[in-house]
């Protein structure tokens, strides 16, 4: 038993925490088993409770693009620790990182910092709202946007009608102001936008999707839905909490050459701390108190930690002109490497990648959706994630989740990787 004191401590866990996790995901839930205990992590590595060695492929669900405990954030941490960890007044460094966060993104002119991805997109829907004077929004199925209300949402009789909530303790009411359609589907959005004349603040979408494994628009899709938003009124918000500063310096705007009226972000941009944001051109930000009417606030929102550790991190990867390209080259390094073993074992199976994003789903259809990513062999996932942890590699405890590269990873890390996966594959 190479988990010993992780499974003690998770069962010390479940006594006084529910499922014993802070967030559901971590539990393993959706592969069986107990989950890992983190002591310690550094580069691209992560060191468990019972000390063994595991080769991430989470880093934190993203942030960690870096590696952990990469230095000049851990250093600019400690620095600021020293002169006081929380004000709730203005500080110079949050003007700094918002520049930097503006000069680095097409299309915004302000941004306000707040403590979670799932703050950013409620705020952002909130100030659509506001600014359109409208109520609904459209969502996409698989799309995960943070635990608020009118995100909790999946398709009930089908995507035309009202949403139902799919967690108890989210209104109907709250429920019917979101709709919902399928991703890379236009008609579907053609759809409700006939039926909702007038009436749609904003859509939201996760413009290269990573919570159902990794999920690329299709061809001119983000583009499609930009014109429907400028034909009927409404404004368009990309949420780039996984894949802002993470697929190009200006995240998937920059990359697929498409504007969105608002971006939210999260994940990278805290370089590990508890950081979200959300952003846009100043005619919507102005509307945002305390300059206008739209209610939105935290007494430790632009947190001095929170933003040394983020303006470390975004000055490290707007510094490396080669970094998202570095990370593009390993991660096709790995996609190869996964087919080839893959393929060797007679295993049925697709990848999907964009850029440092990565998914393998048994199946050999083409993933494009969520009904398309739910069609994945689940077994054979349990048996490729628990293979995988016996040889030291850490992938998500979850098939609907997106791996992250990182550039602490070497490319003997991903020769190792590729070679467990063949081991593995094996006995699958
Ligand atoms: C992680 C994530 C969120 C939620 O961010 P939290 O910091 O966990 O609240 C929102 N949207 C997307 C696309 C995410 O990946």
Redesign the pocket.
Known sequence: MIYQRSSQLFAEAEKVIPGGVN?PVRAFKGVGGTPIFAKSAKGAYLYDEDDNRLIDYINS??PMILGHAFQPVVDAIIEKAKKGTSFGMPTELETKIAELAVSMVPNIDKIRFV???????MSAIRLARGFTKRDKIIKFAG?????SDSFLIQAGSGASTFGTPNSPGVTQGTAKDTLLAGFNDLENVKALFSANKNEIAAIII?PV???MGCVPPSAGFLQSLRQLCDENGTLLIF?????GFRLAKGGVQELYNVKADIV?F??VIGGGL?V?AFAARNEIMNYLSPLGPVYQAGTLSGNPLAMAAGFAMLQTLNNDSDIFKRLEEKTAYLHKGIEKVLTANNIVFTINRVGSMISVHFDANPVYDFNTAKNGDNETFKKFFHGLLLEGVYIAPSAYETWFITDALTYEDLDFTIAAIDKVSKSL
């Open positions: 967030s669900w993203g403590n979670s991805g799932t703050e950013a997109c799309c995960y946007h943070g635990h996760e999707a990573g919570n949420d780039e909490v996984m894949t939210c999260g994940k508890p979200g």
